[in-house]
């Protein structure tokens, strides 16, 4: 079995800039953060999580708490949801199609990985049009964040 990953942000989805803003604004809204960088490559560890966990420690000194984990990821997801409800996120040009094709393939199991928030990746996606016909039964399944 051959196994094929993609990454969601700008390899499925048309979401880096609706994400990266969402991300920035929920860190003023939430805990008042100002002057944060929204390139991801400056952080140790790329993920939404690990980008929370170094701007806390570099901010506060310590990790954030499980309570503020929690209400960060909450209004990052209002956030990301009200830009879908102005208008939903897009795909990339030939996405659906191309995983709709390879999840057909006998021998190929295709799978999705992300440095998001499980929540927010699914957001995204769904805003995007992923999740009918052709998507893997895995993939359909919900589950909160943290």
């Known amino acids: 079995m051959k196994l094929i990953m993609f990454d969601i942000d700008g390899t499925l989805t048309q979401t880096d800039a609706a994400d990266g803003e969402c991300f920035v ?15 991801w490559s400056v952080y140790p560890h790329c993920t939404d999580s690990g980008i929370l966990e170094s ?6 000194g310590h990790s954030p708490s499980e309570d503020e984990i929690l209400r960060f990821q909450s209004w990052f997801l209002s956030l990301l949801e009200a830009e879908a409800g102005k208008q939903p996120f897009l795909p990339v040009a030939g996405a659906w199609d191309m995983l709709r094709r390879l999840n057909d393939m006998p021998g190929v199991a295709v799978s999705v990985a992300s440095g998001a928030w499980e929540c927010s990746a699914r957001l995204k996606l769904a ?18 964040c943290a």
């Open 55 to 60: 701007i806390f420690q570099e901010r506060q």
């Open 25 to 39: 604004q929920a860190l003023f809204d939430v805990f008042g953060f100002t002057g944060i960088s929204d390139d």
């Open 127 to 144: 805003s995007a049009g992923w999740g009918g016909a052709g998507t893997p039964r895995r993939f359909r399944r919900r589950r909160p």
